[in-house]
């Protein structure tokens, strides 16, 4: 059969850069971190009392409080971008079928403040059980997609995906492959995580994950850079509706861009440690051009997944000029995670659009935070260290790689008839 | 109003969200409330904690408006 064009046709970003697209977009290309102490618990006994949070949230902007108290942060991000992407693509016209919508959403972790204050409850009573009839509904991952469709009556294809700091781009990838199946029209996809709780901080801490530089938070997150000590904790959403090209053409959508290809791998090799000579990193852009049909040479940027951990960004960049050779030289490399943190589960929707807007306006947002080389990286790759550059991108593609040693690259590529 | 009473329709306005004039004796908590089974369930959680009884299944069954909670917690609170 034939394999059907799928395309962008609406966007949405509730992010530490800002809360809505084009602050987010903003925030990228002007190199601003997100980084900032904690204000969602009291870390002054953690080794890590910073993160990137979303600023300036009030739950009550967006929900009746009623509402809200039923939805985990991260559900309550989930909705948020999707109404903004819901507005975006005009998915509320009536004439639209709706049993051919679909919701593909992704979430690393879901609802861990939920989990934590249940448990903590229970921990601090007499060990009568008194857990709140909403506790498991607000804290399973899948909810958020079941939230978008009941509040907008999309009856399509409906679950989440699960593959840690890989969650969003999986979603994105299932969501390309239904739509080019002929199994939907439209696929409103993405991710959403909310883990900057005890629970989270001290257990990525416990792993020696995160960055620890707590006298500066806002050039803790340096990618590429000699002193990287680890990631950022980032929370937040993005948005990404996908939908069929003839599809999109007959209503008149706004196209941003096209989606030409995913591709997954595994490390097969350990289960937080990344493989030392990024074979999956490697495979996994190399399923992902071939899936789209292109040649390495193609490519223009590419939004790596960089999370600033000593031994993860060595594998990626090995992998890089190892897919790539002379062209990785010619391409620009970035990571958006110096400047918004690590969104773990939404880290592939969010960088899913800056890629896409990378596109879109010709201008890659830049890796900030570079104050020393690391003779490990080979000079002659570009990562856009601490500027963005204009470029006209005509194809971009975007590393997500999770615990487990999951990988996923996705292709976008500019729109042309 | 008794005190016991006062709290329960300030457990219920919390709950359910909805104004105080709505939180008359008859109203029932799914027909005029808005209340789903799973907010009925947390409202009688509440009850529960707040007036530190224990309420068997069978007997929350009966709990369906804001005047049956009152009369319950108002015989039964400790």
């Avoid at chain 1, 399509?156 to 299932?174: E, K, Q, R």
């Avoid at chain 1, 490990?376 to 040693?405: C, D, W, Y």
């Amino acid at each position: 059969m034939e394999l059907k064009r799928v395309v962008v046709t609406g966007l949405g970003a509730l992010t530490p850069l800002g809360n809505t697209v084009s602050e987010y977009w903003n925030g990228l290309v002007n190199g601003v971190s997100g980084a900032a102490p904690i204000t969602r618990f009291d870390a002054s006994k953690f080794k890590t009392q910073f993160a990137c949070e979303v600023k300036g949230y009030d739950p009550e902007q967006y929900f009746e409080r009623k509402e809200a108290r039923k939805m985990d942060l991260f559900t309550q991000f989930a909705v948020i971008v999707a109404d903004q992407a819901v507005q975006d693509a005009n998915l509320q016209d009536e004439s639209l079928d709706k049993d051919r919508i679909g919701v593909i959403w992704g979430s690393g972790i879901g609802g861990l403040r939920t989990f934590q204050e249940e448990c903590v409850n229970f921990a601090n009573g007499d060990g009568t059980p008194r857990f709140n009839p909403f506790f498991i509904p607000k804290m399973i991952a899948d909810i958020s997609a079941g939230h978008i469709s009941i509040k907008y009556g999309f009856r399509g294809p409906n679950f989440v995906t699960v593959s840690a700091c890989a969650s969003a781009t999986n979603a994105l990838i299932d969501s390309f492959n239904y739509i080019r199946l002929g199994m939907a029209d439209i696929v409103l996809s993405g991710g959403s995580e909310a883990a900057v709780t005890e629970a989270g901080v001290g257990g990525f801490n416990a792993l020696k994950a995160l960055s620890e530089r707590n006298d500066s938070p806002e050039t803790a997150s340096r990618p590429f850079d000699k002193d990287r000590d680890g990631f950022v904790l980032g929370e937040g959403a993005a948005a990404i509706v996908l939908e069929e090209y003839e599809h999109a053409k007959a209503r008149g959508a706004k196209i941003y861009a096209e989606i030409i290809g995913g591709g997954m791998s595994a490390d097969a090799y350990h289960i937080t440690a990344p493989h030392p000579d990024g074979l999956g990193a490697r495979n996994v852009m190399q399923n992902a051009l071939r899936d789209a049909g292109i040649s390495p040479e193609q490519v223009d940027y590419i939004n790596v997944h960089g999370t600033s951990t000593p031994l993860g960004d060595v594998g990626e960049a090995k992998a890089i000029e190892h897919v790539f050779g002379d062209h990785a030289y010619n391409l620009n490399i970035s990571s958006t995670k110096s400047m918004t943190g690590h969104l773990l589960g939404a880290a592939g929707a969010i960088e899913a659009v800056a890629s896409i807007l990378a596109i879109q306006n010709g201008i890659v947002p830049p890796t900030i935070n570079h104050i020393t080389d690391d003779e490990q990286f080979n000079p002659k790759l570009n990562f856009t260290f601490n500027k963005a550059q204009e470029r006209e991108v005509n194809i971009a593609l975007s590393n997500t790689f999770g615990f487990g040693g999951h990988n996923t690259s996705v292709i976008f590529k500019k729109f042309t008839e | 109003m008794s005190e016991i009473a006062e709290k329960v329709r300030a457990i219920i306005i919390d709950k359910l969200g909805v104004e105080e004039s709505e939180v008359t004796p008859e109203a029932s908590f799914t027909n005029d409330l808005g209340a789903d089974s799973l907010d009925t369930v947390e409202l009688i959680m509440e009850f529960e904690k707040e007036f530190n009884v224990s309420i068997p299944d069978d007997q929350a069954e009966n709990i369906a408006t804001v005047g049956q909670a009152i009369s319950y917690l108002e015989e039964h609170a400790k």
